[in-house]
């Protein structure tokens, strides 16, 4: 079994930074794709970034490119996603995901994934 739990949300203003983690524990990282998804009320679950451990490959919506980064520590089993530059728009329940994977292949759809955390949220004030 596979444990995530997210922390780090909160509320920023306007162009403001956070950091949010995922701490996982049952099964080391190296076998892992990760992904990062938000909720907004009223809305579906989108897909924010993802990030594959075998190869390294990131890919991130276009909506946050350029402003969020998606990282990690292995040796702590730990994803990060640095967001910076952030919008009200960005304001959302935020998702750490994770699927035990083989391949380099890094996943974008919320079906393509096993394991949830329980979420964290992020508010930003404009």
């Known amino acids: 079994q596979v444990r995530l739990v997210e922390s780090g949300g909160g509320l920023v203003q306007a162009g403001g930074s956070l950091r949010l983690s995922c701490a996982a524990s049952?099964?080391?990282?190296?076998?892992?794709?990760m992904g990062w998804f938000r909720q907004a009320p009223g809305k579906e679950r989108e897909f924010v970034a993802a990030k594959s451990w075998i190869g390294g490959n990131t890919y991130y919506a276009p909506s946050v490119k350029g402003r969020f980064t998606i990282s990690g520590d292995s040796a702590k089993n730990t994803v990060y996603l640095q967001m910076n530059s952030l919008k009200p728009e960005d304001t959302a329940g935020y998702y750490c995901?994770?699927?035990?994977?083989?391949?380099?292949?890094?996943?974008?759809?919320?079906?393509?994934?096993?394991?949830w955390g329980q979420g964290t949220q992020v508010t930003v004030s404009s």
């Open positions: 049952g099964r080391a990282f190296s076998s892992y794709a």
């Open positions: 995901a994770a699927e035990v994977v083989i391949d380099t292949r890094v996943r974008v759809r919320t079906n393509e994934y096993h394991y």
